[in-house]
Structures are given as structure tokens and as C-alpha cells.
């Protein structure tokens, strides 16, 4: 063990006493589709007290983003420690333990060590991706719970002007005249409040690792109406870089098509694929998304107050990003920073007596060595070897020497010199039949990975065989280079210079030498 970790595990040893041999118990939050729109990322926009509150005591990281802009691919990630195209899942329709190995996940590795795990909400996402069981029994201690009201997420609930019904993507709603009189959330809030008071009842409990998975902000933007006065129009923003860039590739290019689906946009004929949004609606869709953010940030306050903060690790994050009208897109299904980049915030008891904000590049699947870590729970999981596959090891790195810098406010020299993302494609052009938003596995023929620096993002879209998952990285239908330096939004594409031939050349080496050489 190094120095550091030495020191970091004698701090947890006297700052985490309990009746369990030192074990904090782990509450790892997950909000859906959710990117930094928080007021304790600096967002103006934002109306999140609650969470703003606990990242007053948190590591803050302000770089952190999911492998993949889309739920099963990024939460069997991060669950799992491992990548994409390690899982072999870039859709919603295979089962890691079926199709590549029978992988240990962060909530089994704690309990197989003593924790008592519960998921509550959507942890896994739902469906062959989890085996139909939220990866039961191995990952949990007990059934996972979800919410009734689940099964009509998309029903016709949302109320017209001329007071017709329609599944529309923007639907405040009144709760009580919801069917069962309650929203899914609400469901999940309130069985993670009683497994917390039950818990606290007993103490000869062991320790828990409880993940709650709210499905705020994903669509249907439904909350409870009254989060709009949190969120007036006047007070909304549009986006500056609302067209879509002349020098983004078709390919590159996310048609938004679950967005497009709902009942109220299909009202309005947007053309496709490349159709502007009216900017009237845009700032609805605007105010509608931060007034879902507020709502969960109410649930997650309350469910709070049922912590034990002296004893509990807590996490929370999202599964990935969501554009807001940026370039002319919505949603996630892209590379673009607004679709992949975080909220991380973790806060460990008595560690940290005020924020510390951490500006290194980190991933999503750094949490589970992290946590680990944090918890001294084993010692630290070792990275996983290229040529087998191990059922317990990780493909990211663990957290806690960032975390140590920022106690001793040194710089973050032990952060990674670059992030990888990729997001697949049917084609080159956007289409409807294959959805290119959402290809199925057998439909990809294209992948577009994209490596992030301190200062750079390179992307290429490169030929992509789904029956044998190879790469052919010498046939290149596009490339993108962003300069965040100059250009942090990531609105000129700068491939097409031949002056920077040379930084693309290095760039593109990164790339495919991949992650372990970062």
C-alpha cells in the first residue's frame, strides 16, 4: 500500500468508527440523464439547495464523464468497471454475464464483503441488459424495488391547453390527479426513506451499500407543476450556440428522435433530421428539465434527513448528459460534452469540512476502484489485464489520490492525461429506420471514438464490425477536433486545418493506443 493510501485508510479507520469494524455504510445516488445543471457547478439556471448543500462538504469533480450517452451501456459501465466495448453493449439488448463474462459488479463485490445491498429505482436499466432482474441475485441482498407507477410512465397524462390528454415531452402535472395519486420518484423516495429509518432501528445491522435511481430528468419531463415557479421563462436562457455547426459531420449529428416521438413536438413538423427548433420551445423544454432537476433535488433532501452522516459514503452522479438545445440538439446519443459529461460529487464523513472542487479528467468507471478504496473495504482492485478477463478487476483508476491532493491543496499531478468516450452509429447520415440515435447492435457499422485531454477533444468515426466487435481504424469516414481552449462549447471543428496535421497525428495515436496508456 503507498503512503498516501496508508494515511487516507488510518483517517477513515478514526473518522469512520462504527459497530461494524470500521465499514461506512454507501449511498450512491444516481440521477438519470442528469448533467452538471446544479447550482454547485456553477449553473444560474439551477434551483438545487439540497444537493448544493451536500457538495458544501463533498470532492467536487468538475470533469467527470460517463463512457457512453446512453443508460445500459453507461450503467453496466460504471457498475461494472468496465467499458463499452469491453461489455460488448452499445444498446439495450444483451446481458454482460451471458455474452462476455460473468463480471462481478460494485454492489456485489460489497455483498460479498459483508454489505447489505438494495437497488431502489433505476440502477441497472430495466430489461435483457440487467437479465429482467436488475442483475438479481447477484448484485443485491434483497429484491430490488420499483416503483408501481413505472409501468405508465408514457401513458397520456399530460394535459393540453384545450384539455386533452397527450404523452407529451414537456407534462407538469398535478400529483394527486396522477394515476395512483403519485409519481414514480415519489415511490422510490419513499421506500429509500423506510429502508434507511428500519435500518437505523437495528443496530446490529451490517453495513449497506443502498443505490436509489431517480428517473428525473429523463423524459417525459413530468414533475409536479409548481417546480415551474422555481424556473420562470423570463429567467431562461437560450443557448448561444443553438444552429447546428456547418463543420459537424453527418454522422456526428444526434436527430434527437426520442424527443421528436413525444405527442406535442410531433404537432409541430420539425423536419428531418436537421429542422431548428422553434426558440419559444426551446426555452420550454429548458425551463421543463431544470424544473425535473429541482424536483429530484427535493426528493433527495428529504431523503437526507434519514442519513447518518457520520457513518455514510455518498455518491452521486448521472448516467450521462443531455443537450439543450447546444448545436441544435437534444437529449444525449453523441460525443458532444453536453451529452457525456457528469455531476460527480462524493462525500465522505468528517473528511472534508467544506467543498473541494477537483478540475482533474475522470470517469465514470473510477467510481467502483474508488469506492473500494474509500471504504478499505479489500485491497485496491487491480486493473484489468488486456489478454483475459478477470471477473473482478477494473479498466478505470481509483479517485482517492485526487482526493488526497485536494485535502493537502497540492495540485492534482495523479489525475489521467485524457477520457474516452464512443457512441455508435447505422451509417454515415442521420435516419429514422435504423434509428441512428439508437442502432441495435447487428444495424452498427460505424463507431465514434473520442479521446478528451486537458485542452483537446479528437473524435474519429471509424468502420466498426458488430459480429466480431473489431475496428477498422484505416477506413475514417469523419474526424472532429475541438480546441477548448479557444472554443470550450465545441463549436468549430477543426479537423480540416491542415496546420494542426501534426497535433491530430498525436491525438489519433492516444486514441488507439485506447485507455491503458493514459
Not at 443537450?323 to 437534444?330: D, M, P, T
Request: aromatic share 12%.
Amino acid at each position: 500500500m503507498s503512503p498516501d493510501k496508508f494515511i487516507l485508510h488510518i483517517l477513515l479507520l478514526f473518522l469512520l468508527k462504527s459497530s461494524y469494524g470500521y465499514r461506512p455504510n454507501v449511498l450512491f445516488l444516481i440521477v438519470d440523464d442528469l448533467k452538471p445543471a446544479l447550482g454547485c457547478y456553477g449553473d444560474s439556471q439551477a434551483y438545487t439547495p439540497n444537493i448544493d448543500k451536500i457538495a458544501s462538504k463533498s470532492f467536487v469533480f468538475t470533469q467527470s464523464f460517463a463512457q457512453q450517452a446512453l443508460c445500459a451501456p453507461s450503467r453496466n459501465s460504471f457498475l461494472t468497471s468496465r467499458r463499452p466495448d469491453t461489455l460488448h453493449l452499445y444498446d439495450f439488448y444483451s446481458y454482460w454475464r451471458d455474452v462476455v463474462g460473468n463480471f462481478t459488479t460494485m454492489p456485489q463485490y460489497f455483498k460479498e464483503r459483508g454489505y447489505h445491498s438494495h437497488s431502489i429505482g433505476k440502477v441497472f436499466h430495466p430489461g435483457i441488459s440487467s437479465n429482467f432482474t436488475d442483475d438479481q441475485p447477484y448484485s443485491w441482498s434483497q429484491r430490488p424495488f420499483h416503483p408501481k407507477t413505472i409501468k405508465i410512465k408514457n401513458a397520456k397524462v399530460c394535459i393540453n391547453q384545450d384539455g386533452s390528454q397527450s404523452a407529451n415531452l414537456i407534462c407538469p402535472v398535478i400529483t394527486e390527479y396522477q394515476p395512483m395519486a403519485t409519481l414514480p420518484d415519489i415511490e422510490s423516495k419513499n421506500e429509500a426513506v423506510k429502508f434507511l429509518h428500519d435500518h437505523k432501528r437495528n443496530i446490529s445491522n451490517p453495513p449497506y451499500f443502498l443505490a436509489v435511481g431517480f428517473h428525473k430528468p429523463h423524459i417525459p419531463l413530468k414533475f409536479p407543476q409548481h417546480f415551474l415557479d422555481f424556473h420562470p421563462l423570463s429567467n431562461i436562457s437560450l443557448p448561444v450556440n443553438r444552429m447546428r455547426p456547418p463543420s459537424l459531420p453527418n454522422v456526428a449529428w444526434n436527430p434527437w428522435t426520442d424527443v421528436r416521438s413525444r405527442d406535442d413536438m410531433r404537432k409541430l413538423k420539425i423536419s428531418f433530421p436537421y429542422g431548428p427548433m422553434n426558440d419559444d420551445i426551446v426555452k420550454k423544454i429548458i425551463q421543463a428539465y431544470y424544473a425535473s432537476v429541482s424536483y429530484v433535488d427535493e426528493l433527495i433532501g428529504k431523503l437526507l434527513k434519514e442519513v447518518d452522516f457520520d457513518n455514510t459514503i455518498i455518491v452521486l452522479t448521472g448516467d450521462h448528459g443531455w443537450s439543450l438545445g447546444q448545436h441544435g440538439e437534444f437529449s444525449k446519443f453523441s460525443n458532444f460534452e453536453e451529452a457525456t459529461r457528469v455531476p460527480l460529487i462524493i462525500q465522505v464523513p468528517r473528511l472534508s469540512t467544506k467543498k473541494k472542487k477537483i478540475n482533474a479528467l475522470v470517469e465514470l468507471v473510477d467510481l467502483f476502484p474508488t469506492l473500494v478504496d474509500l471504504t478499505a473495504v479489500s485491497e485496491s482492485l487491480q486493473q484489468c489485464p488486456s489478454t483475459e478477463l478477470y471477473n473482478i478487476c477494473t479498466e478505470g483508476k481509483s479517485l482517492m489520490k485526487l482526493m488526497i491532493d485536494a485535502l493537502k491543496k497540492r495540485q492534482n499531478h495523479n489525475g489521467k492525461s485524457a477520457i474516452f468516450t464512443q457512441y455508435p452509429r447505422p451509417g454515415f447520415y442521420p435516419t429514422l429506420h435504423p434509428n441512428s440515435d439508437k442502432p441495435r447492435l447487428k444495424e452498427i457499422q460505424i463507431m465514434g471514438y473520442s479521446i478528451k485531454t486537458k485542452r483537446y477533444r479528437y473524435c474519429e468515426w471509424v468502420k466498426f464490425n458488430s459480429t466480431n466487435f473489431s475496428i477498422k481504424w484505416n477506413k475514417v469516414y469523419a474526424r472532429e477536433l475541438y480546441d477548448h481552449l479557444i472554443d470550450p462549447k465545441e463549436d468549430l471543428n477543426l479537423a480540416d486545418r491542415p496546420q494542426l496535421a501534426d497535433l491530430m497525428k498525436k491525438l489519433r495515436r492516444k486514441l488507439i493506443n485506447g485507455w491503458r496508456k493514459v
